[in-house]
């Protein structure tokens, strides 16, 4: 069985300081991984995905996360947070062809 | 193309009733999940519909159950409802089967009393 584990609930950051958002997944296969987020009343959106080939992977607005196969990790991070950053981030995983397993998540706080 | 509407997006409910929440998803797509958020579980898979049949299926008591319409317009309908239902449930379309590729909805935020 697969799963997620993000083991910060909070992270708490001042603007323009470097962030890093741990997850660590446990699977026997290959798996995908995800990065979403959302922002205050609203749904998840998708930030970035590591689907195979190169294992840095980076959204439009400056995060990236990097795939470790040996350590089982997938942290997304950004080198400089701005106060919109603040939301929810969830790390998720799947197998193709099956459903999306989430992490608990991790609130991102963003202080001027 | 319009995104992944849900109504009603807030709701009030005593327990020991039941309610329908419906996810009407993006034009062409035919896959819809649900999937409940609470500040304790996280986010956890409900079930998947795929051209009106349900495909995929979590770890919930039958109280939770779904279908799905053939203009892929999928209800879920929770009875006897329970304190602990009190949640965010967020519908999910996506235009194959069991496909990562999800698109979610802002959510119906269920409260009961």
């Known amino acids: 069985a697969q799963s997620v584990t993000q083991l910060d609930s909070q992270v708490p950051v001042f603007e323009e300081a470097p962030v890093e958002l741990r997850c660590n997944y446990s699977s026997s296969v290959s798996v995908y991984l995800f990065w979403y987020v959302q922002y205050p009343n609203q749904g998840l959106q998708l930030l970035l995905k590591y689907l195979s080939g190169s294992t840095l992977v980076e959204s439009i607005n400056g995060f990236e996360a990097e795939f470790n ?6 942290h997304l991070r950004k080198p400089s947070v701005h106060i919109s950053d603040t939301a929810e981030y969830f790390c998720a995983v799947s197998r193709n062809t099956d459903k999306l397993i989430f992490g608990t998540g991790t609130r991102l706080q963003v202080f001027p | 193309k319009a995104g992944v509407t849900q109504t009603p997006r807030y709701l009030i409910k005593t327990r020991g009733q039941q309610v329908t929440l419906s996810c ?3 034009s062409g797509h035919r896959s819809v999940s649900w ?20 495909r995929n299926k979590g770890n919930f008591p039958g109280r939770f159950s779904g279908r799905q319409f053939s203009n892929s317009r999928s209800e879920m309908n929770v009875s006897t409802l329970e304190l602990g239902d009190s949640a965010l449930y967020l519908c999910a379309s996506s235009p ?14 269920l409260t009961v009393t």
Request: proline share 7%.
């Open chain 1, 69 to 74: 196969k040996s350590q089982t990790s997938f």
């Open chain 2, 24 to 26: 009407s998803p993006i």
């Open chain 2, 35 to 54: 999937y409940q958020q609470t500040p304790g579980q996280g986010l956890q898979f409900l079930f998947e519909y795929f051209s009106e049949t349900q």
């Open chain 2, 96 to 109: 194959r089967a069991a496909s990562y590729e999800q698109y979610f909805g802002p959510g119906t935020r």
